[in-house]
Antibody, heavy 120, light 110 residues
Framework: QVQLVESGGGVVQPGRSLRLSCAAS????????MYWVRQAPGKGLEWVAL????????YYADSVRGRFTISRDNSKNTLYLQMNSLRVEDTAVYYC?????????????WGQGTLVTVSS | QSVLTQPPSVSAAPGQKVTMSCSGT????????VSWYQQFPGTAPKLLIY???KRPSGIPDRFSGSKSGTSATLGITGLQTGDEADYYC???????????FGGGTKLTVL
């Protein structure tokens, strides 16, 4: 079965960096795009970034463009999110999700999330 | 403010039917497929509906989706207390080159 396991969250000071990882199993990782989606405490879902199955294209939310970088290592079945210049407003649970394509493309399976807290 | 607009809350009695809306624009809902997600507190979202009206394996047919123009709707029949959750719509926004979510609707089963 599809499994996505995020790691790398924690408490970090504003302006510092953090790298999240998402270990994937149960499907052919190099066949699917992957998302990062976050959820601030008590708030709704916010899409962060998308990377194509082969890493050839990346898309970012305006709120993180230029600070965050999504990447993947298909040899390790792992997705990453490099987060630089972190701000207090980046505090959230970060989920990775698999992209599934039928008529349209959409996130289907989600990981359990990892909490990032940006605080001085 | 979310790009897609959802009512903050809806409520209905057990056994009844409820619908919740998701309003967008021509750059997102009108020309792209909509998916819906269910989220219980402290847990990850779960896919309920994809491609506007299709249900993944394991999702009961009490859940349905539809789309017309720049709006989409999630319907739930035979409401159960276990359906109390937050529901999010999502789609691709072509002009933004971004995936967008609605702000979410909290369902209360009275």
């Amino acid at each position: 079965q599809v499994q996505l396991v995020e790691s790398g969250g924690g408490v970090v000071q504003p302006g510092r960096s953090l790298r999240l990882s998402c270990a994937a199993s149960g499907f052919t990782f190099n066949s699917n795009g992957m998302y990062w989606v976050r959820q601030a405490p008590g708030k709704g879902l916010e899409w962060v970034a998308l990377i194509w199955y082969d890493g050839s294209n990346e898309y970012y939310a305006d709120s993180v463009r230029g600070r965050f970088t999504i990447s993947r290592d298909n040899s390790k079945n792992t997705l990453y999110l490099q987060m630089n210049s972190l701000r207090v407003e980046d505090t959230a649970v970060y989920y990775c999700a698999r992209e599934k394509g039928d008529s349209g493309y959409y996130p289907d399976y989600w990981g359990q999330g990892t909490l990032v807290t940006v605080s001085s | 403010q979310s790009v897609l607009t959802q009512p903050p809350s809806v409520s209905a009695a057990p056994g009844q039917k409820v619908t919740m809306s998701c309003s967008g624009t021509s750059s997102n809902i009108e020309h792209n497929y909509v998916s819906w997600y269910q989220q219980f507190p402290g847990t990850a979202p779960k896919l309920l509906i994809y491609d506007n009206n299709k249900r993944p394996s394991g999702i009961p047919d009490r859940f349905s989706g539809s789309k017309s123009g720049t709006s989409a709707t999630l319907g739930i029949t035979g409401l159960q207390t276990g359906d109390e959750a937050d529901y999010y719509c999502g789609t691709w926004d072509t002009s933004r080159s971004a995936w967008v979510f609605g702000g979410g609707t909290k369902l209360t089963v009275l």
